[in-house]
């Protein structure tokens, strides 16, 4: 149970990892801002660590990703969940009495964490998408993928393609903040992902 768990929390995090909006919230992001959602997002890891993995499976994300609102969507969906009372106590014992200002702050954190790391591999993303499409036409074309591989694949390249429009939109001060802050999100994200 406690590998499906950790499974479980890899999947959701590592989608978590590529959400974004930036309309969730007017105010721009600042170092205290950042500061404070990193903590209460270890406090939320730490309390997802130690649920039974099925209070959790209401988590698994069966469709392609809103990578726009990733978090405001797993906290919706959480809503009527038996977890949820308890996951908003942890929240707000990190200073957020609405859950849903705690998302936000997440999906507009992503947003430009995503636009940083597009950055970092040059190029715009003009060119970038010509290179995934290219890449896509590759796949259909290959004879040796099922037609399963081909549609997994496409439906990476889609959640790829969503990752830059949402990315396109972050706020050049959003970036900046996340930039200054880059080793504590580092931090925060560097668990998530499968060790294999």
Not at 12 to 24: G, N, R
Not at 72 to 99: C, E, H, W
Not at 133 to 161: C, D, F, H, S
């Amino acid at each position: 149970a406690m590998h499906h768990l950790t499974r479980l929390l890899t999947t959701l995090f590592a989608a978590l990892l590529l959400s974004a909006s930036t309309s969730a919230l007017a105010a721009e992001l600042t170092d205290k801002t950042i500061q404070q959602w990193a903590g209460a997002y270890k406090a939320v890891q730490i309390f997802c660590q130690k649920q039974d993995s099925k209070d959790l499976e209401f988590m698994k994300e069966p469709v392609t990703p809103d990578m726009a609102n990733l978090f405001t969507t797993a906290i919706t969906r959480m809503k009527g969940q038996p977890i949820y009372s308890d996951f908003a106590g942890v929240l707000g014992q990190n200073g957020y009495a609405d859950p849903l200002v705690w998302a936000g702050q997440g999906d507009r954190i992503m947003a430009a964490t995503m636009a940083v790391e597009l950055d970092k591999r040059g190029g715009n993303n003009a060119q970038q998408r010509a290179q995934m499409q290219q890449a896509m036409q590759g796949l259909q074309n290959n004879p040796n993928l099922t037609p399963q591989q081909k549609a997994q694949m496409q439906q990476m390249m889609g959640v790829g393609t969503q990752m830059m429009t949402v990315a396109e939109k972050a706020p050049a001060a959003d970036k900046a903040a996340v930039q200054r802050n880059e080793a504590l999100l580092r931090s925060l994200f560097v668990d998530v992902r499968p060790k294999n």
